[in-house]
C-alpha cells in the first residue's frame, strides 16, 4: 500500500479557494455530499458546509508531506474536520471517485 | 400543446419497453414530444462518459424525462448511470408508489404504499477508503439539510394526496448520531402536519411489519440505503420489479424510470414486461397534470390484466408488445 495523497474535508459553507498546486500535490477535485464541483462542470445542487478537496501526487509521498499540506490548508483560515489519507495497492486506487 | 419530454430508449431490452410505453400513449392521445438524448452503453462504447453532460444539459433544460433501464459495465472505474444522473441532476426524492394490482397474484391483498427514499446522501455518497491493507472505510453522510428535504417532501406528498399516516423509518437505536439526525428531524417536522398520524419505526422491524401489517402503512420515508432494500422488498410485495413503478423528483427536475435492470439476455426477444415503465410514465403524466390520460392508460391496464393478458414472469405468455397492443386496444 502506497500512499499518494489527502482527502481534506473542511468545514466552510463556501467552496474554498484552495491552492490547485502544493508541494508535489495537484488539487484534483472538489466534492460535495459526494458529488464533483471542481474541475467544473459543477451540478446545479444545494451544497453542504462539508466540501471536500483531495490532493493527489502520481509518485509515492511521505506522510510528513501530507502533514505539511494540511497544515498549509490550516495556515490559509480553513478548519478542517477530517482527514484521510489516500493510498493505492497495486497500483490501483484503495479509494473511491466521487460522480 | 405537445409536453416535450427527454427520453432515453436505454440498454438491452430498454429499447422495447420504450416501444410499448409509445403504443399505449399513442392510443392514448397523449401528446408528448420526446426529445431522445444519449446515455449508457452506446456512449461507453464510444468513448463518451456513460451519461454525457449534453444529456444532463438537455433533461435540466426541459425539467423532465423518461428512462429505461440502462446497464452499468463490469469493471473498475465503472460507474452507475442512475446513480450519476441521479447526483448530477440534484434528484433527491426516490418515490416509488407499491398496490395491488388485478390479475398480479400475491400474498398481499390492499396493498397500498408510497415509499420516499433519500436519493443524494447516506452510504451512496462515494466516500470510500482502504483505510490500512486490511480495513475499509465507508463514509454515511446524512446532513440535517437532506433529511428536511426528503421528510417533508414525504408529508407533503401526504398531505397533497389526502394520505393519513407518514412512517419515518431508521436506524437510531444503533447509528444514534446519523441516523439520530433524521430521526430527530422528523420528529421536528412532523409536528407541522398535526392532521397526518406519524411516528417512526427501525427499519428491521419495518420490514417485519411491511409482510405481517401491510394494511396500515400509507407512507414511508427513509435514508438511502434502507429506501434502496426496502423498497424492492416492497416491489415484491406488488408483484416484482417487472411492474413496480418509480420516480425521481428533485427541485427543478423530474425523471421517471423502471427500476429493474436492463435484462441482457432477454434483448431483442420481445418478452418482458414494460408494466413498470408503463407504469412509471403514467406517473410521469401526473406530473404533467395528464390526471385523465393517466386514469385511462392505469383503467386500460387494469382491464387487460382482467382478461388475464399477461407478459411470462406474471404467468401469461403475451409478448412485451402483444401486452402493449392490448393495452392500447382497451383505449379505442
Known sequence: ?99 | MAHKVALIRGDGVGPELVGAVETVFKAANVNIDWVEVEAGLKCVEAGKPIVPEETIAQIKELGIGLKAPMTTPIGKGSVSPNVTLRKKLDLYACVRPVYSLPGVKTPFDGLDIVIFRENTEDLYAQIEYMATPTVAHSVKLISEFGCERIIRAAFEYARKNGRKKVVGVHKANIMKIGDGLFLKTFNRIKEEYPEIEAWDNIVDNQCMQLVTRWKIYDVLVMPNLYGDIVSDLAAGMMGGLGVAPGANYGTKCALFEAVHGSAPKYTGMNKVNPMALLLSGTLMLEHLGENEAKANIEGALRATLEKGIKTYDLGGDATTSGFAEAIASELK
Open chain 1, 1 to 99: 500500500m502506497t500512499l499518494h495523497g489527502v482527502d481534506i474535508f473542511i468545514w466552510s459553507a463556501e467552496t474554498p479557494d484552495v491552492p490547485k498546486e502544493f508541494g508535489p500535490f495537484t488539487l484534483d477535485l472538489i466534492s460535495n455530499r459526494g458529488t464533483r464541483i471542481y474541475p467544473g462542470p459543477a451540478p446545479e445542487m444545494d451544497l453542504l458546509d462539508w466540501p471536500r478537496c483531495r490532493y493527489l501526487c502520481e509518485e509515492e509521498v511521505t506522510h510528513d508531506q501530507i502533514d505539511e499540506l494540511v497544515n498549509k490548508i490550516t495556515s490559509l483560515g480553513y478548519r478542517w474536520t477530517k482527514c484521510q489519507k489516500l493510498f493505492r495497492i497495486d497500483g490501483v486506487n484503495a479509494f473511491s471517485q466521487p460522480y
